[in-house]
C-alpha cells in the first residue's frame, strides 16, 4: 500500500542553515508528518547547501545579485517552488524581504523563525535589543508571513531567562537551542494540519492546551 503523501517543503536559507539541519533531522523519522523536498538559498555560498546535499536533498542557489530587481529574483523563486511542486516553505535564517506578491501567493504556506518573542524586536540584532529593553524573558517565535516584516499571526514560541552577565552571543546561543526545538514542532503542527491560518489568526486543533509555565505557546 502506498504511503499518503506528506506535504513537501522547502527550506529557504542564507547562511549556515543550523535550523534548517534541525527540520532535515526531525523530517527524517517516519511518522514526521513533512518531506524536505528542497533547500535554496539566495547566497551561493550559503554553509547550509552542503549539509542538505549531503542527505540527500535536492539544493538551488539563487543568487540575489544576478537579478535585476526583487521581483525578478522572487519570480525565479517562485519557479523553482512550483517546478519542485513544494506544499509549504520555510524560512530559516532567510535574510531577504520578498515582494508583497510573492507573499501573498505562499499564504498560510509560509513560515519563519525569529529570534525573538514576537511581537517584541522585530528586525535584527534581536538580543541587543532585547539586553536594551531590560527584559526578564526572551525566546524565539515560528509565525505564519505576512508582508509586513516579522508581524504574521504566531505558532509557536520558546522563551528563556536572560540571566545577569549575558551577552548577546551567549543569549542567541542559549535561544538557538530552543529554535531548533520548536520550528520542528511548529512545522510539525502545520503540516499535520493541527494549526492553520484563518484570516489574520492562527487555529488550533482541539485538544493543544498547554500547561501554564509550558515553553510553547500551543
Ligand atoms: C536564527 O537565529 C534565526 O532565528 C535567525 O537567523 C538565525 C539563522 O541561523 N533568523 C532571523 O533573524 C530572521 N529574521 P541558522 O542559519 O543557523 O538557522
Not at 536559507?13 to 535550523?19: A, D, E, K, T, V
Not at 535554496?40 to 540575489?64: C, F, K, V, W
Not at 531577504?96 to 523563525?113: D, H, L
Not at 514576537?118 to 524573558?137: D, Y
Request: glycine letters at 8%; hydrophobic letters at 50%.
Amino acid at each position: 500500500m502506498a504511503a499518503s503523501a506528506k506535504p513537501r517543503v522547502a527550506i529557504l536559507i542564507s547562511g549556515r542553515g543550523s535550523n534548517m539541519a534541525s527540520l532535515i533531522a526531525a523530517a527524517q523519522a517516519p511518522d514526521y508528518p513533512a518531506e524536505i523536498a528542497l533547500v535554496a538559498a539566495n547566497r551561493p555560498a550559503a554553509g547550509g547547501l552542503a549539509h542538505a546535499a549531503g542527505h540527500g536533498i535536492p539544493t538551488r542557489a539563487l543568487d540575489h545579485t544576478a537579478y535585476p530587481s526583487r521581483e525578478a529574483f522572487d519570480a525565479a523563486l517562485q519557479a523553482e517552488l512550483v517546478a519542485t511542486r513544494i506544499d509549504l516553505v520555510c524560512l530559516a535564517g532567510f535574510m531577504r524581504i520578498f515582494s508583497a506578491g510573492f507573499v501573498e501567493a505562499w499564504a498560510g504556506r509560509m513560515i519563519n523563525i525569529h529570534p525573538s518573542l514576537l511581537p517584541l524586536f522585530k528586525g535584527v540584532h534581536t538580543h541587543e535589543q532585547a539586553l536594551r529593553a531590560g527584559v526578564r524573558l526572551h525566546g524565539c517565535t515560528v509565525h505564519y508571513v505576512v508582508p509586513e516584516l516579522d508581524a504574521g499571526p504566531i505558532i509557536a514560541q520558546a522563551a528563556v531567562p536572560v540571566r545577569p552577565g549575558d551577552d548577546p552571543d551567549a543569549l542567541a546561543a542559549r535561544i538557538l537551542v530552543q529554535e531548533h526545538r520548536l520550528y520542528p514542532q511548529a512545522l510539525a503542527l502545520v503540516a499535520g494540519g493541527r494549526v492553520r491560518l484563518n484570516g489574520e489568526r492562527v487555529v488550533f486543533s482541539d485538544g493543544l492546551a498547554p500547561a501554564d509555565g509550558a515553553l510553547l505557546s500551543l
